[in-house]
């Protein structure tokens, strides 16, 4: 990991390290905007003043938004790997894609709109599994940590449970996450089970938490700053509104 950062520094300077950044930043507001509030929602409508949806639910709630979620964000997730493996490329099959846009209109106007949705089982699948693992985990873990200990509703347990949620989701995703990018990144048409079994016969079974360290160093504190950032968005939606 460390090698490949010297090699982004050295080949592209400090600017490499932020390719893609558009697409990542219009991923997020497609894709964990859905997700976040379709989750929100499904859950305000079974949550009563005596009794808060079982763990199950919880996940069955965070895989129907997860995959909204994953549908709605794979334009911008296409972008976003391919805009990120351009280096990787040789000079004359890179895609040089100025932003987020340009790169939605190239694609549309060169490949059509389906290659909009390349890839969109799988990340679609993807995202169901992070957010039921990341969404669900967060709120049982920080409903146990109130239930039977002595913490309180505070920045604390905000931060365990979301500490938790990224190494439960990093250790889920892991082997979606390298499909995905194998399949969004691919100049081949190769079906999904053609590339599973390629991968496996050159790698195998090592491949399925290939890249482990990173992803969870990425999305590891993405959690953290995510889940405490919404829940002082809770309160202040709440103190605004005069909600209990």
């Known amino acids: ?18 390719r893609g950044l558009s697409a990542s930043l219009l991923r997020q507001l497609t894709y964990s905007t859905t997700r976040f509030g379709v989750y929100e929602e499904l859950k305000g409508s079974f949550t009563t003043a005596k009794q808060s ?22 334009p911008a997730d296409v972008l976003n790997v391919r805009m990120q493996h351009d280096a990787a490329l040789p000079p004359t ?3 040089n894609y100025r932003h987020a846009v340009d790169g939605l209109i190239r694609m549309t106007r060169e490949e059509g709109w389906r290659s909009l949705f390349r890839g969109v089982w799988p990340n679609s699948m993807r995202a169901l599994l992070m957010t039921a693992s990341q969404l669900a985990s967060y709120d049982e873990c920080k409903r146990a940590m109130l239930t039977h200990t002595s913490l309180g509703d505070n920045l604390t347990t905000h931060f365990t449970a979301s ?31 053609r590339l599973l079994s390629d991968i496996y016969r050159v790698e195998g079974v090592s491949w399925m938490f290939k890249g482990w360290v990173p992803s969870f160093m990425r999305l590891g504190p993405h959690t953290i700053v995510t889940f405490l950032f919404l829940e002082q968005h809770k309160k202040f939606y709440r103190v605004l509104h005069s909600v209990e």
């Open 53 to 74: 949806p079982s763990f199950p639910s919880l996940v069955a709630m965070a895989s129907a938004s997860g995959w909204l979620g994953g549908v709605a964000g794979n």
């Open 1 to 18: 990991m460390f090698g490949m950062f010297v090699h982004i520094v050295k080949s592209d300077s400090s600017a490499g390290l932020y």
């Open 93 to 95: 099959a890179r895609r």
């Open 163 to 193: 500490f938790v949620a990224g190494f439960v989701a990093t250790t889920i995703c892991s082997p979606v996450d390298v499909i995905k990018t194998r399949v969004m990144s691919s100049t081949d048409s190769k079906g999904l089970s």
